[in-house]
T-cell receptor, first 112, second 110 residues
Framework: NAGVTQTPKFRVLKTGQSMTLLCAQD?????MYWYRQDPGMGLRLIHY???????AKGEVPDGYNVSRLKKQNFLLGLESAAPSQTSVYFC???????????FGSGTRLTVV | DQQVKQNSPSLSVQEGRISILNCDYT??????FLWYKKYPAEGPTFLIS?????DKNEDGRFTVFLNKSAKHLSLHIVPSQPGDSAVYFC?????????FGAGTRLTVKP
């Protein structure tokens, strides 16, 4: 039972480069989320999805795009990376009926 | 707009003693509060929750207290164990609007 899997686990980007972070869940959850964690800031919601083909903005969406083409996958894209996007990114999912989130183990991204 | 605040970035306690982690919130709209625990290089895992219709919820060694008049909740761990050493996040909200505090790093010394 893998739960929520994030790839890659680590990545270093140069300013202006693009990349996609992949989140996959095998629990048939409807809802999926992307958070970033920064020192002293806790977890902040970037984007979320309430179902296949739907996405919505969270608290800090600027500079990111997302797609949910398949129910089990939620992709987070950075079109032109900036040093301010250096962070640890967490994906989470939950079912419709249960309020608790299941988190992945995170992706540590450094933009230089 | 930090709607959930954990003012203590770290806490150190002796094994067997009580750990008390605190959290304050600023918006009474949200009626559900949760605590998550995070080990290094892992994602947060759900620990315990409480609804605003209650003032206490207990699960084994973990108890969460909610003081609505003070807009304050706390997590008590009794007795504390070295394996409890982790970062603890409080969160409030329900559904898709979950807001997290900055976390408190708990160290339980043997």
């Amino acid at each position: 039972n893998a739960g929520v899997t994030q790839t890659p686990k680590f990545r270093v980007l140069k300013t202006g480069q693009s990349m996609t972070l992949l989140c996959a869940q095998d629990m048939n959850h409807e809802y999926m989320y992307w958070y970033r964690q920064d020192p002293g800031m806790g977890l902040r919601l970037i984007h979320y999805s309430v179902g296949e083909g739907t996405t919505a903005k969270g608290e800090v969406p600027d500079g990111y795009n997302v797609s949910r083409l398949k129910k089990q996958n939620f992709l987070l894209g950075l079109e032109s990376a900036a040093p301010s996007q250096t962070s640890v990114y967490f994906c989470a999912s939950r079912s419709v009926s249960y309020g608790g989130y299941t988190f992945g183990s995170g992706t540590r991204l450094t933009v230089v | 707009d930090q709607q959930v605040k954990q003012n203590s970035p770290s806490l150190s306690v002796q094994e067997g003693r009580i750990s008390i982690l605190n959290c304050d919130y600023t918006n009474s709209m949200f009626d559900y509060f949760l605590w998550y625990k995070k080990y290094p290089a892992e994602g947060p895992t759900f620990l315990i929750s409480i609804s605003s219709i209650k003032d206490k919820n207990e699960d084994g060694r973990f108890t969460v207290f909610l003081n609505k008049s003070a807009k304050h909740l706390s997590l008590h761990i009794v007795p504390s164990q070295p394996g409890d050493s982790a970062v603890y996040f409080c969160a409030r909200g329900r559904g898709n609007d979950m807001r997290f505090g900055a976390g408190t790093r708990l160290t339980v010394k043997p």
